[in-house]
């Protein structure tokens, strides 16, 4: 079974930036969709950033489109979410997800069937 765990949560002043990392184990996700949804206090889990099994697939929300970035390195079972000019908005916790089956909808939810504990990124004003 895939273990998620996710890394580099944190408090960063507006403007600043952070480095999200997911470590897979117990299996490579070599052929997995990768994704990062967050939840805020009192809000439903949304999608943030995903990014299909060839890597050549990338999806953001509107609220990442521009400032976040989403990879993977399968020779390292890790998939990354570079998040830059965080706002306080993004205030969140943020978790890595896998889609084992490679369902083509790479932003709901529903679909992944592997998720992390969580990592709280804090932005202050």
């Known amino acids: 079974q895939l273990q998620l765990v996710e890394s580099g949560g944190g408090l960063v002043q507006a403007g600043g930036s952070l480095r999200l990392s997911c470590a897979a184990s117990?299996?490579?996700?070599?052929?997995?969709?990768m994704g990062w949804f967050r939840q805020a206090p009192g809000k439903e889990r949304e999608f943030v950033a995903a990014?299909?099994?060839?890597?050549?697939?990338?999806a953001y929300a509107d609220s990442a489109k521009g400032r976040f970035t989403i990879s993977r390195d399968n020779t390292k079972n890790t998939v990354y979410l570079q998040m830059n000019s965080l706002q306080p908005e993004d205030t969140a916790v943020y978790y890595c997800?896998?889609?084992?089956?490679?369902?083509?909808?790479?932003?709901?939810?529903?679909?992944?069937?592997?998720w992390g504990q969580g990592t709280q990124v804090t932005v202050s004003s």
């Open positions: 990014i299909g099994w060839n890597a050549f697939n990338t």
């Open positions: 117990g299996r490579t996700f070599t052929r997995y969709n």
């Open positions: 997800a896998v889609d084992s089956l490679t369902r083509s909808e790479l932003r709901d939810r529903r679909l992944y069937n592997y």
